[in-house]
């Protein structure tokens, strides 16, 4: 057995049949008690029910279901082309070009959207366990996972050499790991899936391998070291995927690199003293990409968050110059209530899509007793309805992540 599967076998065998990950989950004394699991079951009980009923007569539809002649991966390797590249007309059949903020709907997607699909079911189908503890919702849950992680015909290889691959230049990216963000809750709902008494424990220590093996592979490989170094929404995305698999899998190793990037990293990169996105603001869709990342840092805070010192407790972290994480939800704070006030330029596409119910407001809210920002929170769509706001949206059932795991 090499060092990296007997590193894997090590992490499942220390959490199986144990709640390993328990001292990661959020701290209770962090919560505003007022706006408790209690209520945020009563308010989306009926839209859980509504898409978990819809997704118990879907089975499971992996990446080995579609193909793509352009991909230089087997059918178990996940495929996708970066968004905004397209065909150079002043040269047929040759490299594409960039287009910034602009899908090109030709390239391949299938893929994405397939993770899409899973990242929608199984978190709606486990908090409809959460909510009712009828055991269909967790079996159906449990189906969509093995086929995805376990099934040796259909099962996704935990890597993402070739995703976002732009025709004519490079056959994956290390951009390409954000498309995998979608899997950051498919992997909460997963610990709660584990009381449901659906997997045999030896199932869910292969699950558990799975996610051990892909953080290994966002750790250490080409890719996914480029994609840690990056220091827009991309860094972000990073963080919060390493944060949420080592969660699962119980690596505190990473989970102390995660908090040390997002103090010394994301905040000093990101957050100008104002609490805007510089890096952001400078894109096409400045308002979508600034909405995505304060998003995406929140759910950092919200994983990895505790009480022990003033070190791990990135709600509350700030940097010498003041900066924290409360500055950015400020910034954006009235956008939000107000786009109209947006003073920037608008995005080139989808700007009358947004916003939508941003879980940065719900865990900040709790975080920060601020009863603003659940308020705002409480009046806002809570689905998306655009595929490329979907793509943006990666918390669709906040139940998850305000009831403990274990």
Same mark, same amino acid.
């Given at each position: 057995?090499?060092?990296?599967?007997?590193? %894997?076998?090590?992490?499942?065998?220390?959490?199986?049949?144990?709640r390993g990950t328990a001292a990661f989950a959020p701290i209770a004394s962090l919560y505003e008690p007022s706006f408790s699991a209690q209520e945020i079951a009563r308010i989306d009980r009926e839209r859980i029910l509504c898409a978990a009923h819809q997704f118990l007569a879907q089975l499971p539809v992996t990446i080995t279901a579609f193909s793509s002649p352009r991909s230089h991966g087997s059918k178990h390797d996940y495929f996708s082309e970066g968004d905004y590249w397209w065909p150079d007309l002043k040269n047929p059949g040759g490299p594409y070009i960039r287009r910034d903020g602009y899908s090109n709907p030709e390239n391949f997607n299938a893929h994405r959207e397939a993770l899409i699909r899973?990242?929608?079911?199984?978190?709606?189908?486990?908090?409809?366990?959460?909510i009712t503890k009828e055991k269909r919702y967790a079996q159906h849950a449990a189906l969509h996972l093995r086929a995805w992680f376990l099934d040796s015909d259909t099962r996704m290889n935990p890597s993402l050499d070739?995703?976002? $691959?732009?025709?004519? %230049?490079?056959?994956g990216r290390?951009?390409?790991?954000?498309?995998?963000?979608?899997?950051?809750?498919?992997?909460?709902?997963?610990?709660?899936?584990?009381?449901?008494?659906?997997?045999?424990?030896?199932?869910?220590? *292969?699950?558990r391998s799975w996610f051990a093996e892909y953080l290994d592979w966002i750790c250490t490989s080409g890719n996914g070291k480029e994609e840690e170094a990056a220091k827009n929404n991309h860094g972000s995305c990073w963080v919060a995927?390493? $944060?949420?698999?080592?969660?699962?899998?119980?690596?505190?190793?990473? %989970?102390?690199?995660?908090?040390?990037?997002?103090?010394?990293?994301?905040?000093?990169?990101?957050?100008?003293?104002?609490?805007?996105?510089?890096?952001?603001? $400078? *894109?096409? #869709?400045?308002?979508?990409?600034?909405?995505?990342?304060?998003?995406?840092? $929140?759910?950092?805070?919200?994983?990895?968050?505790?009480?022990?010192?003033?070190?791990?407790?990135?709600? #509350?972290?700030?940097?010498?110059?003041?900066?924290h994480f409360q500055c950015a939800v400020d910034f954006m704070y009235p956008f939000i209530q107000d786009k109209g006030k947006w003073p920037y330029a608008h995005d080139v596409e989808y700007f009358g899509d947004l916003p939508n119910r941003q879980p940065s407001l719900l865990f900040a809210g709790l975080a920060y007793h601020e009863s603003k920002y659940l308020a705002l929170w409480g009046t806002l769509l809570p689905d998306p309805r655009t595929a490329e706001i979907i793509r943006n949206f990666p918390v669709r059932q906040p139940l998850l992540w305000v009831c403990p795991v274990g």
């Amino acid at each position: 057995m090499d060092r990296r599967k007997f590193c %894997i076998s090590a992490a499942c065998v220390a959490t199986s049949g144990v709640r390993g990950t328990a001292a990661f989950a959020p701290i209770a004394s962090l919560y505003e008690p007022s706006f408790s699991a209690q209520e945020i079951a009563r308010i989306d009980r009926e839209r859980i029910l509504c898409a978990a009923h819809q997704f118990l007569a879907q089975l499971p539809v992996t990446i080995t279901a579609f193909s793509s002649p352009r991909s230089h991966g087997s059918k178990h390797d996940y495929f996708s082309e970066g968004d905004y590249w397209w065909p150079d007309l002043k040269n047929p059949g040759g490299p594409y070009i960039r287009r910034d903020g602009y899908s090109n709907p030709e390239n391949f997607n299938a893929h994405r959207e397939a993770l899409i699909r899973l990242s929608l079911c199984v978190p709606a189908l486990v908090a409809a366990w959460l909510i009712t503890k009828e055991k269909r919702y967790a079996q159906h849950a449990a189906l969509h996972l093995r086929a995805w992680f376990l099934d040796s015909d259909t099962r996704m290889n935990p890597s993402l050499d070739y995703a976002q $691959a732009i025709f004519g %230049i490079t056959p994956g990216r290390g951009t390409g790991v954000i498309d995998t963000l979608h899997l950051v809750e498919v992997s909460r709902a997963m610990q709660h899936l584990e009381m449901a008494g659906v997997f045999t424990p030896a199932e869910f220590c *292969r699950l558990r391998s799975w996610f051990a093996e892909y953080l290994d592979w966002i750790c250490t490989s080409g890719n996914g070291k480029e994609e840690e170094a990056a220091k827009n929404n991309h860094g972000s995305c990073w963080v919060a995927q390493a $944060a949420a698999f080592a969660d699962l899998t119980g690596n505190r190793d990473v %989970i102390a690199l995660c908090r040390r990037r997002f103090r010394d990293n994301l905040l000093h990169d990101q957050v100008a003293p104002d609490g805007s996105f510089p890096l952001e603001l $400078a *894109r096409s #869709k400045p308002y979508s990409y600034s909405l995505f990342n304060l998003d995406v840092l $929140a759910i950092i805070c919200q994983i990895i968050s505790t009480t022990d010192s003033s070190l791990d407790n990135l709600w #509350k972290y700030a940097l010498a110059n003041g900066i924290h994480f409360q500055c950015a939800v400020d910034f954006m704070y009235p956008f939000i209530q107000d786009k109209g006030k947006w003073p920037y330029a608008h995005d080139v596409e989808y700007f009358g899509d947004l916003p939508n119910r941003q879980p940065s407001l719900l865990f900040a809210g709790l975080a920060y007793h601020e009863s603003k920002y659940l308020a705002l929170w409480g009046t806002l769509l809570p689905d998306p309805r655009t595929a490329e706001i979907i793509r943006n949206f990666p918390v669709r059932q906040p139940l998850l992540w305000v009831c403990p795991v274990g």
